[in-house]
């Protein structure tokens, strides 16, 4: 079988696998987020924080419970790593820098895991192990619980009440990613990958020079930074290094551990409103999408028709040879597709067009399926624009799930669309125009503008990829990036917050002759248009200026 074959039964196999996990690990996630009932260790965990589990929160208190938990971690995993020299498990590494030390807080907190840090040299196993890999499980969770609450804006009515953050936190860890990565942590240690705590091991390559060779819990943290959608690899290289990802079936896994859970969420969203329809719509809109992105991916990689990748019949160059250029490019869609980071190839390496593809797949937002969480809230703004569009369309005030979207709604919403580009393109602005963010720049022209573009689109959309051509530990980008995703992240759960409240507040408004079916072909059809449109016209002229002009050199 050619390679491109084989990388089309690679991709077909995931989708099936997707499909056979949708309706049970939905339904699993709707009785987590819907059962009265708490677990004994929940209940110690509840004592603990000092909360009452049965207290609903309204969304200005849910948000602010949000806001205090994450300024936290931010604190706590700054100050892990500034005192790193003092740990134990530290294997001699100094303190990390105070500016690296801040990015690397704000982006492992806020889900993005951008590393502008060589992970083996750089970070110690407990910090690894006990600071990075633990805000990957809580990210994650905080991301679960805001998409939660706002399904529970659309299925609640004239309440002020949305849930409790703290219970929703400790569910999500408990009963969702730590049991899934338990068992995602033993079948890839079965693939080969390391969990041990073994100090680096020197040893004599064949040329008869001696190399160390690191060891640390790298499993452990592999399954969360896939599942939980956060990308942190235990290694520079990521999921290209053998100890992270051994083999072409511990590749197939992690980009089924990277999917999973967003792809199934809209199940939990279709059961938590009463209707499984709306589930299915926006789960056909996700599918479409992804697919489109695989193919485009998958095609320019293949089939480019620059010199040298025709000669060797694929672009090769950045690619992981043990996977090959369509596997590759299957998992390098897939993780810009959600706001995983994960790479096991180059993605400054890729050719202009399927670059551009992937530094589109962050500007849509990262709905298809998006991460755990984000992706759900994301797609379900860009559903209130379009049947905001649609109304305007038929001149009638727009509903959704029984919801009218009036002025104050479309505004939250509209003020989430706008957050996340107001941020990658003032940021890649200012760093095109500062000395301090041109000299990083390894590539002249429309590359180098595309990776600045890249940085600020990842960081500001939580994704934490990287076209690793810009060297982007300074002060500066640790800086700017750092801001970047803070408010990438926040900005937009508040807007997310705010609308549940809003809609949870409403009156049920029956449906009528006039209301437009969101659960048929058609209004699929019209969500991933509107999200396409959008993003088309608010980021064309950055593209024109990086991929698209380097693409049509």
């Known amino acids: 079988m050619s390679s491109t074959g084989a990388g089309l039964v690679f991709a077909l196999s995931l ?14 996630m709707y009785r987590v987020f819907t059962s009265a009932r708490h677990l004994r260790v929940e209940r110690v965990l509840y004592r603990l924080i000092g909360i009452d589990p049965h207290g609903e929160q309204s969304w200005a208190v849910y948000a602010r419970s949000v806001l205090a938990f994450s300024a936290v971690s931010v604190l706590f995993l700054y100050a892990f790593q500034r005192l790193q020299s003092h740990l134990f498990l530290s294997l001699g590494f100094p303190a990390v820098d105070s500016d690296l030390a801040w990015n690397t807080a704000v982006s492992f907190t806020t889900n993005t895991n951008w590393q502008a840090y060589v992970g083996e040299s750089t970070m110690g196993q407990l910090v690894q192990m006990a600071g990075l890999a633990v805000q990957n499980f809580l990210s994650a969770a905080v991301g679960i619980a805001v998409a939660i609450t706002l399904v529970r804006g659309f299925a609640r009515t004239r309440t002020d009440g949305l849930g409790n953050f703290w219970v929703d936190l400790i569910r999500g860890c408990v009963r969702i990613l730590l049991p899934v990565c338990v068992v995602a942590a033993v079948v890839l240690v079965a693939g080969g990958l390391i969990q041990n705590f073994h100090e680096p091991q020197t040893v004599t390559t064949l040329s008869g020079t001696e190399q160390a060779i690191p060891g640390g819990p790298v499993a452990s943290q592999e399954a969360i930074k896939n599942l939980g959608t956060n990308g942190g690899g235990f290694f520079n290289a990521n999921s290209a ?23 199934s969420l809209p199940r939990t969203f279709g059961r938590m409103v009463g209707d499984r329809r709306q589930g299915y719509a926006i789960v056909a809109v996700m599918a479409m999408l992804a697919i489109l ?3 485009a991916v998958i095609g320019f990689q293949v089939a480019h028709h620059g010199t040298v990748p025709t000669a060797v019949g694929a672009a090769t160059e950045g690619t992981e040879v043990r996977f090959g250029v369509p596997d590759s490019a299957v998992f390098a869609s897939a993780t810009t597709l959600t706001s995983t980071g994960s790479v096991d190839s180059f993605h400054d390496s890729y050719t202009s067009l399927g670059g551009g593809v992937l530094l589109l797949n962050m500007m849509v937002g990262e709905v298809a399926p998006g991460g755990v969480g984000s992706g759900l809230y994301g797609m379900l703004i860009l559903a209130v624009v379009t049947v905001f569009v649609a109304g305007l369309m038929v001149g009638r005030t727009p509903e959704y799930l029984g919801k009218k979207i009036r002025g104050q709604e479309i505004k939250l919403a509209s003020l989430y669309f706008l957050t996340t580009p107001l941020i990658v393109l003032v940021g890649t602005a200012v760093a095109m125009a500062l000395p301090e963010g041109r000299m990083s720049k390894l590539n002249h022209g429309p590359h180098g503008m595309s990776e600045v573009l890249y940085a600020f689109t990842s960081a500001a959309n939580n994704n934490g990829s990287a076209f690793a051509g810009l060297s982007a530990d300074t002060t500066f980008y640790n800086t700017a990036l750092g801001l970047a995703m803070a408010f990438g992240r926040f900005l937009p759960m508040m807007f997310v917050l705010a609308l549940a409240g809003k809609l949870a ?4 408004t029956p449906v009528t002759g006039g209301t437009l079916p969101t659960h048929r072909p058609q209004f699929v059809a019209m969500l991933a248009g509107v999200t396409l449109v959008l993003v088309a016209l608010t980021y064309f002229p950055a593209l024109a200026l990086g991929p698209l002009a380097e693409g049509l050199h």
């Open 15 to 28: 989708l099936v696998a997707l499909l056979l996990v949708h309706r049970p690990l939905g339904d699993y």
């Open 241 to 263: 290094h053998p100890f992270e990802n051994a083999t072409t079936w511990t590749n197939w896994i992690e980009i089924f551990l990277l999917l999973m859970v967003s792809f």
């Open 293 to 295: 992105s695989q193919a």
């Open 505 to 508: 507040g409403q009156r049920p």
